[in-house]
């Protein structure tokens, strides 16, 4: 695995996240807390969880923020290696000293493992946090409508594959969406975003939706080009799949030189 890609996760797989937690955790008071790794961002904090319930989880790209009573509010940021796990009497499948943070609901217990970011704050902090009041609309949001979002799109001073990875532009879409839904409607992820008429970015962005839904609903992921360097088109079969870094993070972008003109 190339260490610029380190992992898959995306808006699908926090939304996914989101609803494999929901039924575990809402409701269900909070006995015990523990951050049994000595570098957890809440190695201090985890004494204010104890008693608290979880309301609901909330999605924002590829953030998970958990509102739990009393006006707090759990920020969950998984990057590209971190997870939340459940144990219900196996395991979490990882040492739990590894873990950020495990929350006991008597009988079940829920940790996170990695990722850059877990913090605890009052839920009206959320409102002033510069990160998440900067986000894009989130391309999974109920109603997400892609006109309006492919103008910001098209007003990207950089490339195509660069605007999609902009979570200031939309939140959610991550490198293997970027690959797969430039390739499926046959775009040059290099072209200039503002290059794109705008009805090729508003479908294009239907296009991502649309895969990342059956990402949310099955689990299942296009994989047409995405980590296919070097393998020939699986649609045109006249070149061979391509892979450079793009943008200033440098994650590697997918692509068939010779159908994405």
Not at 1 to 8: L, N, T, Y
Request: glycine share 12%.
């Amino acid at each position: 695995m190339d260490p610029r890609e380190p992992g898959v996760a995306e808006g699908d797989t926090i939304l996914r996240t989101a609803r494999r937690l929901e039924p575990v955790l809402i409701g269900r008071p909070i006995i015990g807390a523990t951050a049994p790794n000595p570098r957890s961002p809440l190695r201090r904090g985890t004494t204010r969880l104890v008693g608290e319930e979880v309301e609901r989880i909330e999605t924002r790209g590829k953030h998970l923020i958990f509102h739990l009573t009393d006006g707090l509010a759990l920020h969950s940021h998984m990057g590209m290696s971190g997870s939340w796990r459940v144990d219900s009497g196996r395991g979490f499948g990882r040492p739990e000293r590894s873990a950020w943070l495990i929350l006991d609901l008597g009988g079940t217990w829920v940790a996170q493992f990695g990722g850059p970011t877990l913090r605890l704050l009052r839920a009206v902090e959320l409102g002033r946090d510069a990160r998440l009041a900067t986000l894009g609309p989130d391309i999974l949001a109920p109603g997400f409508d892609p006109e309006p979002v492919a103008v910001r799109f098209r007003a990207h001073g950089g490339q195509v594959g660069e605007a999609l990875m902009d979570q200031k532009v939309l939140c959610g879409i991550g490198n293997i969406f970027k690959s797969e839904s430039c390739f499926e409607n046959r775009i040059d992820p290099w072209r200039p975003a503002a290059s794109l008429t705008p009805g090729e970015a508003a479908d294009l962005l239907r296009t991502a939706r649309r895969q990342m839904d059956v990402g949310v609903e099955t689990g299942r992921r296009p994989s047409r080009v995405y980590r296919h360097a070097g393998r020939r088109c699986p649609r045109c079969l006249g070149s061979r799949i391509r892979s450079r870094a793009q943008g200033d993070d440098g994650r590697l972008t997918y692509w068939c030189p010779n159908c994405q003109l």
